[in-house]
């Protein structure tokens, strides 16, 4: 989901005024629409009841600059200039003087491609990302996505798609070069912290719509990883619960570990089934009002031991849900520190088509934190282990000996965490490593080159992916938490 999921709320209809000229009358409706739409989403939202407030446009004399400045090129410009274009252009401009990552004037496509998010099904790489500091940088990998099997990671920085620089752009800007259609590729260059950029060339997919997924072990402990929140969330978490409760569940993980947030009808209707009613579960502030908060409802309840991960892929809607579970339930939260998304935007879809995206209000702790740019703190910190954060291989660079490079250095780190013998681990391929490859190759039925390319390179990284998965030190401390909880 490279835009966050939202969720519709109800508007008045938007007041009429007349302007002499008809480019004022034009942007004096694209801002009372701004302010209101036929049609309004509201990412963290509060259900189709909440009433969006209508002031009236401020005199035409503030904008006396806009409107000099279009007449001047409307009548002096060496060629037309095509109104809607200038619109379009004026409305992003008071976007990017915003400086908020969460506020975006998005186009006709890409309104359409944002829209397209909120049935939980579309074709590409399947990655939540946000422009930071003129950067585009990954919130999170969904799961079972090409983005996650090739190996993206949260804070990853996207240089360029194919070739072509993201820098400067929105995030629906960059959205709009890396979604395609599934089956095509896209060539993604990425940073990680203080490697060099590699290039990434994914395969573009059918993204899952599923976004609960659960196993029960043999201590009756469920893990249940939520990867997003949208419309179906709720009722999935409760049928899979409901079924391991019948067969004697005796604690519960909650994994929202690189959960990029979605709807926040779904963290309070997931809180609600862990916390008594009445419970606070969060407070939303908005300019002009007091907080409102929001309390836990009645209705099914699981009373297992609880627990809940994150990490720094651990978004919004997933921080709600586990500062509430924390703070209104005593929950042990465990893992890293989560990504710091406190804010609360509404997208109003304008007549052409078009939608605006902004920041309406903050939503607070139930004790009234604001976590914003801060994260919620684990109260048990548990690291990945380092191999979890290794670079990507191109499968089709070459890596043999005498090669020097840091490709070669994640290789011998995959190695070595997988239980070969690469010999130090630098930059430098040599023999250690070339007899460790040989030794990787033979044991997953590979022809035997000591050579690192096209599937031995996928097989190894297919190979760390499912240790992390299989040796998971948050869950391990998770159950552990679990087991001795009275």
């Known amino acids: 989901m490279e835009e966050q999921k939202t969720e519709e709320i ?19 409706i694209a801002l009372t629409i701004m302010g209101t739409a036929g049609l309004t989403v509201l990412a963290l939202t509060f259900g189709d009841e909440r009433v969006v407030e209508v002031k009236v446009p401020v005199e035409r004399k503030e904008f006396s600059r806009l409107y000099d400045a279009y007449d001047e090129l409307k009548n002096n410009y060496y060629i037309d200039i095509e109104d809607k274009d200038i619109i379009s ?36 790489i399947g990655a939540e990302i946000q422009e930071q500091n003129g950067y ?54 990425v940073k990680r912290g203080d490697t060099e950029p590699t290039d990434m060339t994914i395969v573009r997919d059918e993204i899952p719509i599923e976004t609960v997924y659960g196993e029960m072990d043999e201590d009756k402990i469920a893990h249940v990883q ?15 619960l409901t079924e391991f409760e019948a067969q004697g569940m005796e604690g519960i993980i909650l994994d929202v570990r690189q959960n990029p947030g979605g709807y926040l009808v779904g963290a309070i209707d997931i809180a609600s089934l862990f916390l008594e009613e009445g419970k606070t579960i969060l ?72 939608n605006l995206k902004f920041t309406t209000g903050k939503w607070l702790t139930p004790k009234g934190n604001w976590i914003n740019e801060k994260g919620v ?6 690291p990945y282990p380092s191999y979890a954060s290794l670079s990507y291989i191109d499968p089709e660079t070459e890596l043999t000996v005498g090669t020097a490079s840091s490709a070669v250095q994640s290789a011998e780190g995959m190695l070595e965490a997988l239980g070969y013998k690469p010999g130090k681990v630098d ?41 992390i998965t299989e040796d998971d030190p948050m869950i391990e401390k998770a159950k552990e938490v679990l087991l001795t909880a009275e």
């Open 136 to 189: 585009i940088m990954v919130v999170s990998p969904i799961k079972n996505s090409p983005a996650e099997r090739v190996g993206l990671q949260p804070q990853d920085m996207i240089l360029a798609v194919d070739g072509e620089s993201l820098q400067g752009m929105s995030a629906s800007e960059a959205v709009k070069l890396i979604r395609g259609e599934k089956g095509t590729s896209v060539t993604l260059t």
């Open 226 to 240: 939520i990867t997003s929140f949208s419309e179906d969330t709720t009722k999935e978490l409760t049928k899979i």
């Open 427 to 467: 930059s430098l391929y040599d023999e250690d490593t070339a007899d460790a490859v040989s030794a990787f190759q033979k044991a997953k039925k590979l022809e035997v080159t000591g050579v690192i390319a096209g599937d031995t390179t996928r097989s190894l990284m297919q190979a760390l992916r499912e240790k």
């Open 377 to 382: 703190e684990p109260t048990i910190e548990v």
């Open 89 to 124: 252009g004026a409305i992003n401009g008071m976007f990017d003087a915003l400086d908020d990552p969460y506020s975006d004037y998005m186009y006709m496509d890409e309104a359409d491609q944002f829209n397209e998010d909120l049935s939980s099904s579309f074709q590409g």
């Open 283 to 354: 407070q939303v502030e908005t300019r002009d009002s007091e907080p409102e908060v929001y309390k836990a409802s009645g209705g099914k309840k699981f009373t297992q031991p609880v627990t809940v991960l994150i990490d720094e892929g651990s978004a919004s809607a997933s921080e709600i849900l586990a500062a509430a579970l924390h703070e209104s339930a005593g929950v042990e939260v465990i893992g890293l520190t989560s990504f710091g998304k406190g804010t609360v935007q509404t997208v109003s879809s304008l007549a052409d088509g078009a």
């Open 10 to 28: 109800v508007s008045k209809p938007a007041k009429k005024f007349i302007r002499i000229k008809p480019f004022a009358l034009i942007m004096i």
